[in-house]
């Protein structure tokens, strides 16, 4: 079975620009959630979708937006664009919520530059 | 507020050697700690992971000590091998509405041949 998948691999941007990155969560999982992770630190919580319904938001400002499809694939934008935006971002899918213990699987990430 | 702490940022031990990874947490009321691997270019991979009601969980080479009393939790992996070498993440989730998994910095481990 395929892992979870992001796309794009890579991508650059400029200041003030817009960015969407896409995922595919695991076949059968219905939770997306989405971390950033900047160099020399641990991935950091953005958002959790279960069902289509956002059910988590980590401390980011409202510049970031994501949503989660009926095929439970999701998407998370990010506006206005600032150099300390520049990090992995990752997105994980689990079978449940964070009501229960089930491991979230990763996939390899995109990584944002702005320049 | 870092609520889950890896103190040390690398750690390097001889192949068929015990490695040892730590992991301080602050907030008492974790339901759940999970050890990730991260090989670079990659995501990380779940390990393994332990319930708060739990002190000990095994798998394999791979085994969770919890010491709720200091907020601690271990990783050991005994034997070591050279394909062990990754950056390991300590995270804690707190189950319910609302939640979240809290990642530490992580730990490099390197296994020497």
């Known amino acids: 079975d395929a892992g979870v998948t992001q796309s794009p691999t890579h991508l650059i941007k400029t200041r003030g620009q817009q960015v969407t990155l896409r995922c595919s969560p695991i076949?059968?999982?219905?939770?997306v959630s989405w971390y950033q992770q900047v160099l020399g630190q641990g991935p950091q919580f953005i958002f959790q979708?279960?069902?289509?319904?956002?059910?988590g938001r980590g401390n980011f400002p409202d510049r970031f937006s994501a949503r989660q499809f009926p095929n439970y694939s999701s998407e998370l934008n990010v506006n206005a664009l600032l150099l300390g935006d520049s990090a992995l971002y990752l997105c994980?899918?689990?079978?449940?919520?964070?009501?229960?213990?089930?491991?979230?699987?990763f996939g390899d990430g995109t990584r944002l530059s702005i320049l | 507020d870092q609520q889950v702490k890896q103190n040390s940022p690398s750690l390097s031990v001889q192949e068929g050697r015990i490695s040892i990874l730590n992991c301080d947490y602050t907030?008492?009321?974790?339901?759940?700690f999970l050890w990730y691997k991260k090989y670079p270019a990659e995501g990380p991979t779940f390990l393994i992971s332990?319930?708060?009601?739990?002190d000990k969980n095994e798998d394999g080479r791979f085994t969770v000590f919890l010491n709720k009393s200091a907020k601690h939790l271990s990783l050991h992996i005994v034997p070591s091998q050279p394909g062990d070498s990754a950056v390991y993440f300590c995270?804690?989730?707190?189950?319910?509405?609302?939640?979240?998994?809290?990642f530490g910095k992580g730990i490099t481990l390197s296994v020497r041949p």
């Open positions: 907030n008492s009321m974790f339901d759940y």
């Open positions: 994980a899918s689990s079978l449940d919520t964070f009501y229960s213990n089930q491991p979230q699987h």
């Open positions: 332990i319930s708060s009601i739990k």
């Open positions: 979708y279960y069902e289509k319904e956002e059910r």
């Open positions: 995270a804690a989730l707190r189950a319910g509405a609302n939640s979240k998994l809290t």
């Open positions: 076949s059968g999982h219905k939770s």
